[in-house]
């Protein structure tokens, strides 16, 4: 019930404020069921089911939920009846596989066009919702330049501007404090440099005591530690790279003999963001300066940064931008607000996850409820021609997979039986694209879904179903 009106184009959000004063708005399905506080050890499982549906597809944990929780429903109806638990599952499972081999026949291969349809049906209902047009143009694009894997794709909050805003960039954006005013603000064709340590000459690791009688031999100690800064600073330009970003801290007298070069300086990377920015540019990340050479260096387009010196965050902006063949993209997020620019995030995570599966699946199903109406209607044939009690079960489960149409319906204010019955009528005429469309009508929703992601949705909702209705009994145990 909790999670109901949230689910569909018009579902709503749900304000969150936890116990520590923080609030979030939000309607994906999966982050209201992780920030909850559950004690039920039955709503753990369906805590953990969410969890799965979210890791393995990034969309569809509402639907998951809804329709796990109708079939045990429908089950506790058939065990009133004098039904055995398992019966129930037999028929439950049995049923399961239909579906899944009817989304098989039913699935079809997706064009560009229909996966920026996953993309906006993925955003759809959302805050994103207004620019899900837009949007969906960026994902695809985005997880078309890193073949598809959403890991690949990070975000970026700009904190100006409006979802319009929002934009992909071929490369990276850190937040760090520039070093020194007189780095260069903007470099184009950037040779950039990943380095795993610092950049320092090499310290002293053994102790040791120097005597010194004379000034002059102060002199040439300290001479020769100028020396070795040299040899490195020269050792490093020979490479070629102009842009040098490293997970350490910087030597003040390197910094300034690369800085006069006219190369830019950054320290204290995280490890993550020294990837990146190594997946982006095409460098090599070395651990040991003196290693070195042109081919470990790669390219960036233009480098930027942008001071801000007034405001209460510590950090710059440093942008490696028009990167030739990233592996790691970009998407600069604008919002009004950042809890509007949070969700926005959000909801483009799920539709970069249902994206991306589309595309390495290469499967499509109508989304709408038209694909659980379908499955809905065969397991109903299926089950005429069932001799035993398991046919009941199947029954209920086709019941239960009607919970997503009529929970769509239900949410844009129309009867949601009417719609049911409309849209049974419309499937059985041969129409099986039909789903409910925003508007509560029964008709062509153009929404398009991953068929693994519907797919792994009914598995898991039957699978904790079944290990839900296997225990006849709630034991507290001792907990010493």
Known sequence: DLLRPTYGPRGLDK??????????????????VAELMVKHPAAKMFVAMAESQENSCGDG???????????????????????????????????????MNTIAEIATTCTSEELRNVAKTALTGKGAEGASEHLSEIIVEALQTVDADPDYVTMHKMNSGGLFDSKILHGIVVRRRVLLDALPSELSGAKVATINGDLAPRKQIRTAEIEIEDANQLDAFLAAEEAAINTLANSLLSSGANVFLCTGTVNKGLLH??????????????????RNASLATGSRIIEHLNDLSAEDVGTAGRLITERKAATDQVEDLIRLEQCPSPKVVTCE???????????AIRAIHDSLRATGLAMRTNRL?????????????????????????????????????????????????????????????THRSGDAGAGIDPSGAVGDTGAKEAAVSLESAITAATETCASMLRIDQVVSARGD
């Open 365 to 425: 199903v109508d989304g709408g409820g038209a694909t659980h109406m379908a499955c809905a209607l065969t397991i109903r044939e299926a089950a005429e021609h069932e001799a035993g009690r398991n046919r009941l079960a199947m029954d209920a489960f086709a019941r239960a997979l009607e919970i997503i149409p009529s929970t769509l319906a239900l949410n844009t204010g129309v009867d949601a039986l009417d719609r049911i019955l409309e849209l049974r009528a």
């Open 333 to 343: 997020v604008g919002g009004a607000n950042h809890l509007a620019a949070e969700e």
């Open 15 to 32: 304000m969150m404020y936890k116990t520590d004063g923080t609030t979030a708005v939000t309607n994906d399905g999966a982050k209201i």
């Open 61 to 99: 944990v509402t639907g998951t939920l809804l329709l796990c929780a109708e079939l045990l429903i429908e089950a506790g109806r058939l065990l009133q009846k004098g039904l055995h638990p398992l019966t129930v599952i037999e028929g439950y499972n049995q049923a399961n596989t239909i579906a």
């Open 257 to 274: 003999q690369l800085m006069r070069a006219g190369c830019f300086v950054a320290g204290e990377f995280d490890d993550s963001e020294l």
